[in-house]
């Protein structure tokens, strides 16, 4: 480990509240449905008692977030009267009034304290480079840039409006304590978080297999290999005292109510499809669009009667089952299977040749990319739990830097469609491009003399993503097309992106390789 930067640090205050000051600028912009969930989540556990928490269905968004996120919104809800009591009430469906607005952005912001603390956290555990250097070019200073300015964070809470940045911060205060070595405390953070938000499993077979190994085993052989007497039990105690806490206190007061079937099923309702509305860019929209491909040439070709095949429900843009045409139709048991078998080999490194907190870093960012490219019914913004902690390896290695430009530039643009309207189109694309210049000249500097970050068709499939914003944001509305096919932007932007997220996907596991063939970090 390197020993944190002597450093005034002057500088970071200036960022955070710069980055503060723009979400304000965001509080009268567009907001998505999201923006009624919370409202009506707020309702929920303000009015009413515990026991109905999660049986209450007068909206259609019920409470799907694990208990410690109900107390959460139970704890904004007593700010909450003091701004607008009417947006608290659960019959006021879709209600909006400028204090309700006022006081759901302000939440989001302020909130963001435990995220920039998170942050601070962790540009103090980046191994600087050595002699003088200009802060502006330092690994840290870039590492909060691309953190705090990140630009999915800005367009999902601050626009769209979610709690991410929230969250993030106890994912990135849990992996900060992981390279201070304080494995306890990373463990409790990581424990707390699962209990805000449960796709945060994603990440959970990473943090498993490192704390057994690396934590409850206390030695290794020359070799690498387990040494098994050194296995130190009480060290699994205290680990699973932590989680069986944290879960007691989040699910206890259900599981005595005898609700805890009732919360399972809301945390899991695997009936919503294997595909959001939103084709999340990952194995799962390359496989719908090779079926529908299928389909077509086998109608034209007289192979298939179209009158027998099921209506392709997967194009209509609604969260719902369906079935394939040509294609075997996907179970959620499939999907959890083709999971496991993506994340096996990195979980299997990580046990066999343990290599220090950023081999649990790069064996965390394979889990949580391996669920996201084929679980089920993800959503789009779950790469952002991908693209957040690479940021850190990134400001370290040119090569992850690379694997950061591509999957960051890719996974970004994805999430165009989540913002549609008119008016934010300048923001969205002002945004996109400050922070895509600014990773690729920050990242390009900061690893100057290791040769180029990109490959030439890296830099040519990236380039592409301008093309396909220019026909999506641009030609597309003035089309005739727009009426007929009004899911073909986001179709064409879920393809190009997938290509792109599971190049980068195949290069992290080859970086993974790579590192497993140098010696063993100390």
């Avoid at 052989?221 to 060290?235: L, Q």
Wanted: charged share 15%.
């Amino acid at each position: 480990m390197a020993a944190p930067v002597v450093d005034t640090w002057s500088w970071f205050p200036a960022l955070a509240l710069g980055v503060s000051f723009l979400k304000c600028l965001f509080i009268n912009a567009y907001h998505s449905t999201d923006f009624e969930v919370h409202r009506n989540w707020l309702a929920i556990t303000h009015s009413l008692p515990v026991s109905r928490w999660y049986h209450e269905n007068t909206s259609e968004w019920t409470l799907d977030y694990p208990p410690l996120f109900a107390w959460f919104e139970f704890a904004l809800s007593n700010v909450a009267q003091h701004f607008d009591r009417n947006m608290l009430v659960v019959e006021n469906l879709n209600y909006v009034s400028p204090s309700t607005v006022l006081f759901q952005r302000l939440s989001v912001i302020l909130t963001d304290v435990l995220f920039i603390m998170a942050v601070r956290e962790c540009c103090r555990c980046v191994q600087e480079q050595k002699g003088s250097r200009d802060v502006l070019t330092r690994p840290s200073f870039v590492l909060a840039v691309l953190l705090l300015w990140n630009f999915g964070l800005l367009i999902v809470d601050h626009i769209h409006f979610q709690y991410n940045g929230f969250l993030f911060g106890f994912l990135l205060l849990s992996v900060a304590k992981h390279l201070q070595s304080q494995h306890l405390q990373g463990a409790l953070l990581f424990a707390i978080l699962l209990n805000l938000k449960h796709i945060y499993l994603y990440g959970a077979p990473a943090y498993g297999i490192y704390l057994l190994r690396s934590y409850c085993f206390t030695q290794d052989g020359k070799d690498g290999s387990v040494i098994w007497r050194s296995f130190r039990p009480f060290r699994l105690l205290a680990l699973g005292s932590i989680v069986v806490s944290v879960c007691a206190v989040s699910f206890g007061p259900f599981i005595i109510m005898g609700q805890l079937p009732q919360v399972l099923a809301q945390l899991f309702p695997f009936k919503r499809g294997l595909c959001h509305a939103y084709w999340a860019p990952n194995v799962w929209a390359l496989y719908n669009i090779v079926d529908k491909v299928l389909v077509t040439l086998g109608v034209r070709l007289k192979l298939l009667d179209e009158a027998q095949l099921p209506r392709a429900s997967m194009t209509g843009g609604l969260v719902q089952e369906f079935q394939h045409s040509v294609l075997p139709s996907v179970s959620p048991s499939i999907t959890l299977i083709c999971t496991l078998l993506s994340i096996l080999p990195a979980v299997v490194s990580i046990w066999r040749r343990p290599r220090g907190a950023r081999g649990f870093l790069r064996c965390l960012l394979l889990c949580s990319l391996g669920s996201f490219m084929f679980g089920w019914h993800v959503h789009e913004k779950a790469i952002l739990i991908v693209i957040i902690p690479l940021s850190i390896l990134a400001v370290e290695s040119r090569e992850d830097a690379g694997i950061f430009l591509v999957l960051s530039t890719t996974g970004h643009y994805s999430l165009f469609p989540l913002i549609f309207t008119s008016t934010e189109l300048p923001i969205k694309v002002v945004l996109m491009l400050m922070f895509v210049i600014y990773s690729f000249t920050a990242l390009r500097k900061l690893h100057s003399g290791q040769g180029s970050l990109l490959h030439p068709l890296e830099a040519v499939y990236l380039l592409g993503l301008v093309a396909m914003a220019i026909a999506c944001e641009i030609v597309f509305p003035l089309s005739p097309w727009q009426q007929k096919l009004p899911f073909l932007p986001l179709l064409a932007t879920s393809l190009y992106c997938a290509v792109g997220v599971c190049y980068s996907f195949l290069r992290l596991y080859v970086s993974l390789l790579r590192q497993a063939e140098k010696p063993k970090e100390q």
